[in-house]
T-cell receptor
Framework: KQEVTQIPAALSVPEGENLVLNCSFT??????LQWFRQDPGKGLTSLLLIQSSQREQTSGRLNASLDKSSGRSTLYIAASQPGDSATYLCAVNTGNQFYFGTGTSLTVIP | DADVTQTPRNRITKTGKRIMLECSQT?????MYWYRQDPGLGLQLIYY???????NKGEISDGYSVSRQAQAKFSLSLESAIPNQTALYFC??????????????FGSGTRLTVV
């Protein structure tokens, strides 16, 4: 069974700082990997999806990378803002389903 | 209107009651999923469906059943609710052929409390 781990579980940074969130997975046979944002008590908002053949994907201040052979993905957030405060979830698609990590709770301090 | 709509948004029910959670989508996706989210455990897959005639169990299907009434509708039922089914439930859709950066769309969730 695919296992997805996100480290750290929680992170606090001052506004304006660049930061990296980490995701690791145990089985490199993946279809794609997706990063989501979840605000407290709310649904999941898709941020970026990386296909297994890609190494990175960018959207605005966000950049996600994928190293399938080592089972790792990172989400880079540039120039963090208080509005970025949320839980960030990584999900790995094996073809039939997504396996989710437990998330990193990010707080950006004004 | 949201792409994926879940009803109800919140529900409190008693142990032993039957309850249905509904999901409808306007994405035109064939694949639909039901997940539950518990604090500290992440999201776990309950059931998934790749088309109207294709229903599959996920990791934690015991105590749940589903119905795919149409391409756009996928309902989750708890036949006899128990307190440890208290959780946040999400419906999601996907299109495996998409090359869009957003491949997987979630509803806003149903918060279910079983007392």
């Amino acid at each position: 069974k695919q296992e997805v781990t996100q480290i750290p579980a929680a992170l606090s940074v001052p506004e304006g700082e660049n930061l990296v969130l980490n995701c690791s997975f145990t089985d490199s046979a993946i279809y794609n990997l997706q990063w989501f944002r979840q605000d407290p008590g709310k649904g999941l908002t898709s941020l970026l999806l990386i296909q297994s053949s890609q190494r990175e994907q960018t959207s605005g201040r966000l950049n996600a990378s994928l190293d399938k052979s080592s089972g790792r993905s990172t989400l880079y957030i540039a120039a963090s803002q208080p509005g970025d405060s949320a839980t960030y979830l990584c999900a790995v698609n094996t073809g039939n389903q997504f396996y989710f990590g437990t998330g990193t709770s990010l707080t950006v301090i004004p | 209107d949201a792409d994926v709509t879940q009803t109800p948004r919140n529900r409190i029910t008693k142990t032993g009651k039957r309850i249905m959670l509904e999901c409808s989508q306007t994405k035109g996706h064939d694949r639909m999923y039901w997940y539950r989210q518990d604090p500290g455990l992440g999201l776990q897959l309950i059931y998934y469906s790749f088309d109207v005639k294709d229903i599959n169990k996920g990791e934690i299907s015991d105590g749940y059943s589903v119905s795919r009434q149409a391409q756009a509708k996928f309902s989750l039922s708890l036949e006899s609710a128990i307190p440890n089914q208290t959780a946040l439930y999400f419906c999601a859709t996907s299109d495996p052929e998409t090359r869009d950066i957003h491949g997987y769309t979630f509803g806003s969730g149903t918060r279910l409390t079983v007392v």
